[in-house]
C-alpha cells in the first residue's frame, strides 16, 4: 500500500511539476494572446460607449418628441384663438396672441418640429384624408387641411388631416367621350 500511495503521490508531484515549470516557461509565450486580448477588449469597450452614447441621445429625442406631442394641442388651441382674436376689434389683444402664438411655434421648430406640407398629391404616409370633394383637380389633390400635421426629427407626430378632391361625375364622361 505504501508504495502504491508513494508513486500516486510521486504522479501528482510530476503534474504539478509539469504546470508550474509549463506557467514559468509560458509568460513570454502568451504576452502577444494578452496584447491581442487587451486590444479586441478596448475595441469592445470603445463599442460599448458609442452604442450607450446613440441610446442616450434616441432616449433623449425620444423624449423631446413625446412632449412636443402632448404640445400640439395647445399649438391647435392657439391657432383657435388666432382666428377668435382676428374678429376682435381690439387689436392689441389680438397683436398680443400672434406674439405669443409665434415665440411658441418658434420654440418648437428650433426643437425640431416642422408642419406636414399639406399641397399637391395626398401622401397616405404624412395626410389622413378625412373628406373627398368633387372637384375640376385631379383625383387626391389637397384641397383642404382642416389640420394641421406635424413631423419632429423626421418622426411624424401627427399626420395633416386634409380633405382631397375627386373629378366630377360629368367631368369624367365629357373627358371620355373626348
Given at each position: ?32 494572446d494578452?496584447k ?19 441610446d ?61 406640407s ?46 382631397v ?11 371620355a367621350?373626348?
Amino acid at each position: 500500500m505504501g508504495n502504491g500511495n508513494g508513486n500516486g503521490n510521486d504522479k501528482n508531484r510530476q503534474g504539478i511539476e509539469t504546470k508550474k515549470e509549463k506557467q514559468e516557461a509560458s509568460p513570454e509565450a502568451e504576452e502577444p494572446d494578452y496584447k491581442e486580448r487587451l486590444i479586441r477588449l478596448a475595441a469592445e469597450f470603445d463599442n460599448y460607449k458609442k452604442r450607450t452614447k446613440t441610446d442616450i441621445d434616441n432616449a433623449k429625442t425620444m423624449g423631446k418628441a413625446e412632449l412636443t406631442s402632448n404640445l400640439l394641442s395647445v399649438l391647435d388651441e392657439f391657432e383657435v384663438a388666432l382666428i377668435a382674436v382676428g374678429k376682435t376689434e381690439d387689436k392689441t389683444i389680438a397683436r398680443g396672441v400672434e406674439l405669443l402664438y409665434s415665440n411658441f411655434f418658434d420654440a418648437l421648430k428650433k426643437a425640431g418640429l416642422e408642419e406636414v406640407s399639406a399641397s399637391g398629391q395626398a401622401d397616405p404616409y404624412k395626410h389622413e384624408i378625412i373628406m373627398i370633394r368633387e372637384s375640376d383637380k385631379p383625383d387626391g389633390t389637397i384641397l383642404e387641411v382642416a389640420k394641421k400635421g406635424y413631423i419632429f426629427k423626421g418622426m411624424l407626430l401627427r399626420p395633416a388631416s386634409v380633405i382631397v378632391s375627386k373629378k366630377n361625375e360629368k367631368e369624367e364622361k365629357n373627358d371620355a367621350k373626348k
